[in-house]
T-cell receptor, first 113, second 112 residues
């Protein structure tokens, strides 16, 4: 089955710790994205990558880092510099020729206390 | 990318058509209208998109007015599983990849 997987579904961390969220896709899509969603709000773009070994900041990149060493994988690290890390994190991918058609993973709900 | 305006919430009886409106009065000629939906605590799901012609797929129909300033997503026979937040997004063909702006959308509730 083709799709996007994110793990874990729920993640709990203490304040001051870095945490890495996993995102893997087997759709052979060129582009991948990370979004953040807070309760009752829409999605906000954190980082995106159009090609391996290249990525760009989105609207709220501060306190986050990413890597794109493989086409299938786009992990997101939430660093201790992120002031309000508790949120629902969504990863997506899209084919290069239709970037508006994004396919989302199930999300990771991160709680930092 | 043009801004969109959607009602905060709507409801619909199961089996009836759900018509979700979206205003995008500042849309420009090369901007597409996309619709996504998000079921509670899940990732959004792409539904359909269009430029100026009406579009239909297995999930829904998209009706875009002739002046392109508004559109309507139609779910022809709503089911309980269609209860979700529906997002209308306008995106330029030349927009930077990844630039999909998700607002708060419309909460559609389908009741039995």
């Amino acid at each position: 089955d083709g799709g996007i997987t994110q793990s874990p579904k729920y993640l709990f961390r203490k304040e001051g710790q870095n945490v890495t969220l996993s995102c893997e896709q087997n759709l052979n899509h060129d582009a991948m994205y990370w979004y953040r969603q807070d309760p009752g709000q829409g999605l906000r773009l954190i980082y995106y990558s159009q090609i391996v070994n290249d990525f760009q900041k989105g609207d709220i990149a501060e306190g986050y880092s990413v890597s794109r060493e493989k086409k299938e994988s786009f992990p997101l690290t939430v660093t201790s510099a992120q002031k309000n890390p508790t949120a629902f994190y969504l990863c997506a991918s899209s084919p290069g020729q239709t970037p508006g058609e994004q396919y989302f993973g199930p999300g990771t709900r991160l709680t930092v206390t | 990318d043009a801004k969109t305006t959607q009602p905060t919430s709507m409801d619909c009886a199961e089996g009836r058509a759900a018509n979700l409106p979206c205003n995008h009065s500042t849309i420009s000629g090369n901007e597409y209208v996309y619709w996504y939906r998000q079921i509670h605590s899940q990732g959004p799901q792409y539904i359909i998109h269009g430029l100026k012609n009406n579009e239909t797929n297995e999930m829904a129909s998209l009706i875009i007015t002739e002046d392109r300033k508004s559109s309507t997503l139609i779910l022809p026979h709503a089911t309980l599983r269609d209860t979700a937040v529906y997002y209308c997004i306008v995106r330029g063909r030349g927009s930077t990849l990844g630039r999909l702006y998700f607002g708060r959308g419309t909460q559609l509730t389908v009741w039995p």
